[in-house]
Structures are given as C-alpha cells and as structure tokens.
C-alpha cells in the first residue's frame, strides 16, 4: 500500500458568470456530481468554499476562472469516475459553458492525509505547462507511479517465439 495519494486539479473559465442563465445547466449539476465523486471507491477529499463546491474561490485573476480539486487513493479509482460515471456526460458538454483551454487539469501525488491548496495545484498545472509530463505532475495520458511505488520493468518479449 502506498504512503501516497493523487490530488487532481481542473480549471475552467467560464463563457458567462457563474449566476448566468448560460450556466445555469452546469450549476444545476454541480450538487449531484459532487456527491457521485463521494460516494465513488478511491474517493479521499474535495476542496469547498462557502457552499457545497468551489465555484466561490477566486484563485485567478480573471472571476471567470473557476477550480475544483479533488484526492483520489489511486488513477485507478478518479480514471472510473471521471470517465465510467454521470461525470462522463457532463464532461461532454465542457464547451457550452467553457471556453476552450489548451491546459485545464493535472495530477501529482500527495502524502496520505494532505490536502492540497489551489496554490499547490496551481503551481503543479504551471510544472505541466513547463516540463510537460513528470513524476510532480501528470495527465491520465501520461501518468507516474506514487514515488513509493516501484515499477516493475515490462518484460521484453522474444520477437522470434
């Protein structure tokens, strides 16, 4: 078992405020998935604000740029939330309330027990941005093991058998 867990980020900025009739639609979501994410297996922590999620903290300098952070035990288990779950379908419709971003998530791992601040997972999308893909932050399509873990070499296969 590792002494690790994966902290997630994603950052939005919004096509219209968020007390928009435009958003409408993903606010009237936002209580819903947030309780599927908690009740999901692997599920550790979310961040609020105020209310039920975070649209209220204001991390950005443009009002419009919303986050939400969340602490998974493993990619495993946020992979089958994000994808295998009602969150897939709202995910889908990103772009009738969003504007389009090149870089809007990452992940990196945490001690068991942390809970990360939107400055750590700001700073974490920056390490993105700058050196791509890493052990201190990563995407679904190039992930790294906890640093706990030890990764076993895949075995090369004899082309000739």
């Known amino acids: ?28 979501n936002l209580d819903r998935i947030n309780a599927l994410a908690e009740s999901q297996p692997g599920f550790v922590w979310r961040l609020t604000g105020e209310g039920n999620d975070a649209t209220d903290l204001q991390a950005f300098d443009n009002p419009l740029t919303i986050l ?3 602490v998974w035990t493993d990619t495993d288990s946020l992979a089958a939330f994000v994808y295998r779950t009602a969150h897939r379908e709202v ?35 920056e390490t993105l941005r700058r050196l791509g893909p890493s052990p201190a932050a990563f995407t679904f399509k190039n992930p790294f093991p906890a640093p706990d873990v030890a990764v076993r070499p895949q075995p090369i296969l004899d082309e000739c058998a």
């Not at 078992?1 to 009237?28: C, Q, R, W």
Request: proline fraction near 8%; charge should be negative.
């Open 1 to 28: 078992m590792s002494g690790y867990h994966l902290a997630e980020i994603n950052i939005a900025t919004l096509k219209a405020p968020i007390d928009a009739p435009e958003t409408a639609e993903f606010v009237a």
């Open 68 to 70: 939400n952070m969340s």
């Open 91 to 125: 995910m889908r419709r990103r772009t009738e309330w969003f504007e389009k971003m090149e870089l809007y998530t990452c992940q990196w791992w945490v001690p068991v027990g942390h809970q990360p601040t939107p400055e750590e997972g700001i700073a974490a999308l």
